[in-house]
């Protein structure tokens, strides 16, 4: 009769490595001492002091998310490679590691997400709160129509310095926060006029209703997009903000960072 290694053996056979995903320390000792496999350990602080470890800017509730982010930062820092055998551990009904899947890592995976969420100045939820609020903007519209909108994050003070205001500026005396369901439904109605949006690294609307004035000269964006992505892409070179946009004519969120496009997301596939 077959055992459990019979119908799992082939799992964890010829792996290039275990990615550990927030392992406690007597169960990452216990991979640590396996010499023909590398240990790889994945989470929000190197609590452990692992050899090799992918910051995990986030806590991602959703399984799939946790591992599609420990690839591409494990590909970021060419700590695995594309075409890696991987066998994943993780923790999905209880705070211990209890579930294992096996993966493939490939180039395909460098997204972009990583590098803008691990390695901006704006606090990673407050990034993440955005490229929701974009996701969901682009996905239902203003009133069932598509509508355009500009999100400028962090480095809020050179923002300012670098834009000038279109009208009263709503949340010049407001201390409200981006991620707040009250304040999303108001940035919504907002997003129909014209102007960026500027928010804190720490998630403070701090304007809304700016033109940016950065130069465009040297910024290189895909042929068809328009001013609203040149002035995010020039902005984000100029400053250490980050450009969340989305784009009304066909509906792509898109995001810059140090002058560059790092990321571009369908809203209905998201």
């Given at each position: 009769m077959a055992g459990l290694d019979d119908v799992f053996g082939d799992l964890f056979s010829s792996v290039d490595a275990v990615m550990l995903f927030g392992p406690s320390g007597s169960y990452y000792e216990r991979f640590a001492t396996i010499d023909d496999v590398d240990v790889i350990v994945v989470g929000t602080e190197n609590d452990l002091g692992a050899d090799v470890f992918v910051e995990l800017p986030l806590e991602f509730d959703e399984v799939g998310e946790r591992i599609s982010f420990g690839l591409e930062g494990g590909l970021e820092q060419g700590v695995i490679e594309g075409?890696?055998?991987l066998v994943c551990a993780t923790s999905v009904f209880d705070?211990?590691?209890d579930t294992v899947s096996r993966v493939r890592a490939s180039a395909d995976d460098r997204t972009g997400v990583y590098d803008l969420f691990a390695k901006s100045r704006a606090?990673?939820?407050v990034i993440k709160a955005v490229v929701e609020l974009a996701i969901e903007l682009g996905k239902k519209g203003q009133k069932g129509k598509p509508v355009g909108a500009l999100f400028i994050v962090g480095d809020a003070g050179k923002v300012?310095?670098?834009?000038?205001?279109?009208?009263?500026n709503p949340f010049e005396k407001s201390h409200v926060h981006v991620g707040d369901p009250i304040v999303n439904v108001m940035l919504k109605e907002f997003s129909r006029l014209d102007g960026a949006f500027v928010?804190?690294?720490?998630?403070?609307?701090?304007?809304?209703?700016r033109y940016l004035e950065p130069s465009a000269e040297g910024v290189d964006i895909p042929k068809g997009l328009g001013a609203r992505h040149m002035a995010g892409g020039a902005i984000t070179r100029d400053t250490n903000a980050i450009a969340v946009v989305l784009s009304e004519s066909d509906g792509l969120v898109r995001a810059f960072?140090?002058?560059e496009l790092i990321?571009?997301?369908?809203p209905e596939a998201y």
């Open positions: 075409g890696d055998e705070d211990e590691i606090e990673p939820e300012m310095n670098k834009s000038r205001p279109l009208s009263y928010i804190s690294d720490a998630g403070k609307l701090v304007s809304a209703y960072k140090a002058g990321l571009e997301v369908d």
